[in-house]
């Protein structure tokens, strides 16, 4: 049963209990903001009836499409210089797995992909990444355990820029978004990776785990304040059945989902569609 089913059914036969209504909004990891533009927009509707319940339904889908974009702009790459992108996130989200995905999704339309393996505080996510990248068929820079990683990029770049590669994807050590040193490293990474092109990196995707709700929204703000993201890659939004995270992070910050993972295996990932989502959630 999906978000807005249960949501009727809970609410079928009855007068509406607002602050029910805005705890089950919020359940569903919308956010604050939209829930309460939700509830004052139902509130502001003549007196309540069991055919009140088609009301929300419309509602809740109305202000869903305004916040969420129909398509996010697809990734392109640069006319003579490689594209690179960062890939960040905690621990535990997906994104060692989440770079060869994308990496997987690029070659497979015909783009060519470097990988930079610059998680180098966990010896196994090296490994991991030169696994990948041996089974995609793709070039991999990687250093020693514990090696420098702005230094890294620094290199995957010279070596992506010589090789004509499109895209350069940097998989990054999971970061606890409220350690401070750990995110300035994110920033010596940028600001290295600048060093040759000013404008790299010209994405800054962050990984997020679906099924851990609000925190995500916490790991957003505390990401994007401390070095400004252009989008999601969203993990697990097939088995929680909420995914209302999306659309929070999205409302509150502006920062819109880019891909989406759906299963373990390489090729359960796509593109973000808006429409398709408003469709399986409600």
């Not at 209302?244 to 509150?252: K, L, R, S, T």
């Amino acid at each position: 049963m999906n978000f807005l089913q249960s949501l009727v059914e809970k609410f079928a036969g009855k007068p509406i209990d607002w602050d029910e209504l805005e705890e089950s909004l919020i359940r569903a990891d919308l956010g604050v903001p939209l829930t309460m533009r939700i509830v004052k927009r139902l509130q502001e509707r003549e007196a309540w009836s069991v055919t009140g319940l088609s009301a929300i339904e419309q509602v809740v889908r109305e202000e869903i499409a305004r916040v969420l974009p129909i398509d996010p702009a697809p990734i392109r790459p640069l006319p003579a210089k490689p594209k690179v992108i960062l890939i960040v996130g905690v621990n535990g989200t997906g994104k060692t797995t989440s770079t060869a995905k994308l990496a997987q999704y690029l070659k497979k339309d015909r783009h060519t992909v470097m990988l930079a393996a610059a998680d180098t505080f966990r010896a196994a996510a090296i490994e991991q990444l030169g696994i990948w990248a041996e089974r995609l068929g793709v070039e991999i820079i990687r250093g020693q355990y514990n090696a420098d990683p702005a230094a890294l990029c620094y290199e995957a770049y010279q070596a992506a820029e010589k090789g004509n590669i499109e895209f350069l994807l940097c998989d990054t050590a999971g970061r606890l978004h409220t350690k401070s040193n750990l995110m300035a490293e994110l920033n010596k990474m940028k600001r290295s990776l600048a060093k040759h092109d000013p404008s790299a990196p010209q994405e800054t995707l962050l990984v997020v785990d679906a099924t851990t709700g609000s925190n995500s929204l916490s790991q957003a703000r505390e990401f994007h304040q401390a070095i400004g993201l252009t989008g999601l890659i969203v993990t697990k939004l097939d088995g929680s059945g909420k995914g209302g995270i999306v659309i929070a992070i999205q409302d509150e910050f502006g920062i819109p989902t880019r891909f989406v993972g759906t299963g373990e295996k390489i090729e359960n990932f796509a593109p973000f569609n808006g429409r398709e989502y408003i469709d399986k959630m409600l």
